[in-house]
């Protein structure tokens, strides 16, 4: 299984592709330099296979890349930042 993260700033969300098929997504709102993070979803047939938490490590690592802040008002992101401490910091309070 191949698996790719990639921000869609059109759409405003990060998407996850399986073998070239679209899986998920996790939907962002800019507020200036901070990233406003609103719902994550996952498609039902990639459900309880890890894809959920690939998503968002894969975004939380480009965020960090590019030294980009976020919130999460999502509460799949926020237990994930809660489970992961390492990703502690990119979180900024609402601008």
Do not use: W
Not at 1 to 13: C, F, G, I, Q, W
Not at 17 to 28: H, K, M, Q
Not at 31 to 51: I, Y
């Amino acid at each position: 299984m191949s698996t790719l993260v990639e921000d869609n700033p059109a759409k405003h969300r990060f998407e996850i592709l399986v073998d070239d098929a679209l899986a998920g997504f996790t939907a962002y709102l800019p507020r200036g330099e901070v990233l406003v993070f609103t719902h994550t979803e996952v498609d039902r047939g990639f459900q309880g296979k890890g894809v959920g938490g690939t998503l968002i490590r894969g975004t939380l690592d480009q965020l960090r890349a590019r030294g980009t802040k976020l919130v999460p008002q999502c509460p799949f992101m926020a237990a994930f930042i809660d489970k992961h401490p390492e990703y502690a910091d990119l979180v900024a309070d609402l601008p």
